[in-house]
């Protein structure tokens, strides 16, 4: 039985938020998945799986908080009414089972929610366009307006509570929420009590949070989530300037402070232009600010980086999206002394597309991802098979997944490929500037290959179709990839294109 090196023992140390405690550090922040309110057995079966794999709170994506603000026909989470609070309880059943905490991460998207679905006109801090979906002028918000924004927040995180969530957001960050709109001197151009000064337009989030605080503090952990810089220079909230200051002015007052820098590009900034730990230049501030709790990001996959950033007092707790997608159950790993099976977050973005697309949540690392209900998949678990036999022809991505899964399956599988390296296209691709993590892919998977003994890998192997079927193989996968077209067949092309023959023109 592997033992956990006692270096990492602080990881696991509990941590009180407000009234509530969280088993050890991993915090899994709130992230879009693209599921929402439409797939609520998906996205409770994803979250639950995260709590299984020892994340110590699990979050919600962002949850629209009423109908004057709704980001159709992006599936996010809904807080409109009680209506919504069987999607919620699912996704808290599945969390709880395994004794972690759910957090809602509450909305309020002003000129960022265009309103394709409610046809209400937007309301924002200052008249402007919106900035997401269709173009469609917001409404500078009057007092009556903002009074009411207020009443929504509370009413709201009332219902989290009902619904049985451990930890309420307000929610300040991204370039996507009214309380940063309000904060932003970029976007506020109010001359009432609500713009001008910084003090004024910190007014309105100042307010949400003691009202949240007020209506459901007693038991529910009050956490906010605080772009710090917008990397805008003088245009745009810094961690020396507003950002600084705006910590400073609501040190004590919330329960966790969970910082990031916007917009969201800048938060999940790919790995071709960001390392482990981009973010601690501007968030290392805040600790020095508050003796609250305090989460940030940073794809952080590395045990011993983890450690580093809670002694030196940046964070007390270690934030997630991406690294929990790629790993569900990095914690877990870490915790049983397993360091080299951790799936390493390789930074490439394909999860964000799921938002973007407006589908279930999908991962480069973690094929499970998005599957744990429609298909049943577990990231740890596969049913094993009683006998069988496999051949595998391509020892590029697919086909090394195809010979772990399989391998760990326990049926005899022989990988083959034709050339001199694994990997395929991922070890061509990860030469190219700032994408050496992309190898992970390959790497991790040739790793898991050498605790199989059923599985026999072969290089410079070239296989015929006479050689495969001399195999004897009961099952046969080609994964042997694709090749670009010469002919100019391509997305609505159907037929060859003349005069580009022995060009190098691609489709």
Same mark, same amino acid.
């Given at each position: 039985?592997?033992?956990?090196?006692?270096?990492?023992?602080?990881?696991?140390?509990?941590?009180?938020?407000?009234?509530?405690?969280?088993? &050890?550090?991993?915090?899994?922040?709130?992230?879009?998945?693209?599921?929402?309110?439409?797939?609520?057995?998906?996205?409770?079966?994803?979250?639950?799986?995260?709590?299984?794999?020892?994340?110590? *709170?699990?979050?919600?994506?962002? @949850?629209?908080?009423?109908?004057?603000?709704?980001?159709?026909?992006?599936?996010?989470?809904?807080?409109?009414?009680?209506?919504?609070?069987?999607?919620?309880?699912?996704?808290?059943?599945?969390?709880?089972?395994?004794?972690?905490?759910?957090?809602?991460?509450?909305?309020? &998207?002003?000129?960022?929610?265009? &309103?394709?679905?409610?046809? *209400?006109?937007?309301?924002?801090?200052?008249? @402007?366009?919106?900035?997401?979906?269709?173009?469609?002028?917001?409404?500078?918000?009057?007092?009556?307006?903002?009074?009411?924004?207020?009443?929504?927040?509370?009413?709201?995180?009332?219902?989290?509570?009902?619904?049985?969530?451990?930890?309420?957001?307000?929610?300040?960050?991204?370039?996507?929420?009214?309380?940063?709109?309000?904060?932003?001197?970029?976007?506020?151009?109010?001359?009432?009590?609500?713009?001008?000064?910084?003090?004024?337009?910190?007014?309105?989030?100042?307010?949400?949070?003691?009202?949240?605080r007020e209506a459901v503090g007693d038991t529910c952990a009050i956490a906010v989530r605080l772009a710090v810089d917008e990397l805008l220079g003088d245009d745009g909230i810094t961690a020396e300037g507003e950002g600084h200051d705006t910590v400073a002015m609501l040190a004590e007052l919330p329960d966790l402070w969970d910082v990031n820098v916007a917009d969201w590009s800048n938060d999940s900034a790919s790995a071709r232009f960001t390392e482990e730990g981009y973010q601690e230049p501007y968030i290392k501030f805040v600790k020095s600010l508050t003796t609250k709790p305090v989460?940030?990001?940073?794809?952080?996959?590395?045990?011993?980086?983890?450690?580093?950033?809670v002694k030196q007092g940046i964070m007390d707790m270690i934030g997630a999206a991406r690294p929990s997608i790629a790993d569900p159950f990095l914690p877990a790993k870490i915790k049983d002394g397993r360091i080299e099976d951790i799936r390493e977050c390789i930074g490439c973005n394909v999860c964000i597309t799921g938002d973007s697309t407006c589908t279930p949540i999908r991962c480069t690392q973690n094929p499970t991802m998005g599957e744990e209900w429609r298909r049943g998949w577990h990231p740890e678990k596969m049913p094993v098979l009683e006998t069988g036999s496999a051949l595998i022809v391509g020892g590029g991505p697919a086909g090394l997944e195809a010979a772990v899964s399989l391998g760990r399956r326990g049926i005899?599988?022989?990988?083959?490929?034709?050339?001199?390296?694994?990997?395929?296209?991922?070890?061509?691709?990860?030469?190219?500037?700032?994408?050496?993590?992309?190898?992970?892919?390959?790497?991790?998977?040739?790793?898991?290959?050498?605790?199989?003994?059923?599985?026999n890998s072969f290089l410079a192997s070239t296989m015929t179709v006479d050689d495969i079927l001399a195999s004897g193989a009961e099952h046969v996968a080609l994964a042997t990839g694709s090749k670009w077209r010469t002919d100019g067949v391509g997305r609505f092309t159907h037929h060859p294109v003349e005069g580009i023959a022995g060009t190098t023109i691609v489709s």
């Open positions: 039985m592997l033992v956990r090196d006692s270096r990492y023992d602080i990881l696991f140390e509990p941590v009180q938020i407000g009234p509530v405690t969280a088993r &050890n550090r991993f915090y899994q922040v709130p992230h879009c998945c693209g599921m929402g309110y439409r797939y609520p057995q998906s996205m409770a079966a994803m979250r639950g799986m995260k709590a299984e794999g020892g994340w110590a *709170v699990v979050c919600t994506e962002e @949850v629209e908080i009423h109908h004057t603000a709704e980001l159709a026909p992006y599936l996010e989470g809904r807080m409109w009414d009680d209506h919504d609070l069987p999607v919620h309880e699912k996704m808290i059943e599945a969390v709880h089972a395994h004794g972690s905490l759910a957090g809602c991460e509450l909305v309020y &998207n002003g000129h960022h929610a265009s &309103n394709l679905y409610s046809r *209400v006109p937007p309301l924002a801090q200052s008249h @402007v366009m919106t900035d997401l979906g269709d173009p469609v002028q917001a409404r500078g918000m009057d007092l009556e307006d903002i009074r009411n924004v207020r009443r929504w927040h509370v009413k709201a995180a009332r219902r989290a509570k009902k619904a049985g969530f451990d930890i309420i957001y307000v929610y300040a960050g991204h370039d996507m929420t009214i309380l940063q709109h309000f904060l932003s001197r970029r976007h506020n151009h109010r001359t009432d009590e609500y713009g001008g000064s910084l003090e004024n337009r910190v007014r309105l989030f100042r307010e949400v949070l003691e009202e949240t989460v940030g990001v940073g794809r952080y996959t590395s045990p011993d980086t983890m450690v580093r950033v005899e599988v022989n990988l083959a490929e034709a050339s001199t390296e694994w990997g395929g296209r991922v070890t061509r691709e990860a030469k190219l500037p700032g994408l050496a993590t992309w190898a992970r892919v390959r790497d991790w998977r040739l790793g898991q290959l050498t605790k199989l003994g059923n599985v």
